[in-house]
């Protein structure tokens, strides 16, 4: 059993960086651990559908959707079983609902979080 929790800011302010964290559990009995596993950010906007945001490899290696590489960071800390996201110069084109989880197909989500971009 994994769960996935998201946290960070639900408001950010134009032009500012968005940090959330997500923080993973795994049940004790799972013999593979969280730096076993790849790890992914992915957002849906009001109305849209789902984006790919990143992925963090198991070698701790990320990879970014070319359209928001420029802006964004993934890491992780495999001490804590957290990986996060850095989002920057943020627009109100970047207000959605923003979830973690595992493996670049996810078969584990969190609940995601509400992020809106607003002034």
């Known amino acids: 059993q994994v769960q996935l929790q998201e946290s960070g800011p639900g408001l950010v302010k134009p032009s500012q960086t968005l940090s959330l964290t997500c923080t993973v559990s795994?049940?004790?009995?799972?013999?593979?651990?969280?730096?076993?596993?790849?790890w992914s950010w992915i957002r849906q906007p009001p109305g849209k559908g789902l984006e790919w945001i990143g992925t963090?490899?198991?070698?701790?290696?990320?990879y970014y959707n070319p359209s928001l590489k420029s802006r964004t960071s993934i890491s992780r800390d495999t001490s804590k079983n957290q990986f996060s996201l850095q989002l920057s110069s943020l627009t109100p084109e970047d207000t959605a609902r923003y979830y973690c989880?595992?493996?670049?197909?996810?078969?584990?989500w969190g609940q995601g979080t509400q992020v809106t971009v607003s002034s």
């Open positions: 963090i490899a198991f070698d701790g290696s990320p």
């Open positions: 989880a595992r493996a670049v197909v996810p078969d584990y």
């Open positions: 795994i049940d004790s009995s799972d013999s593979l651990k969280f730096s076993n596993y790849a």
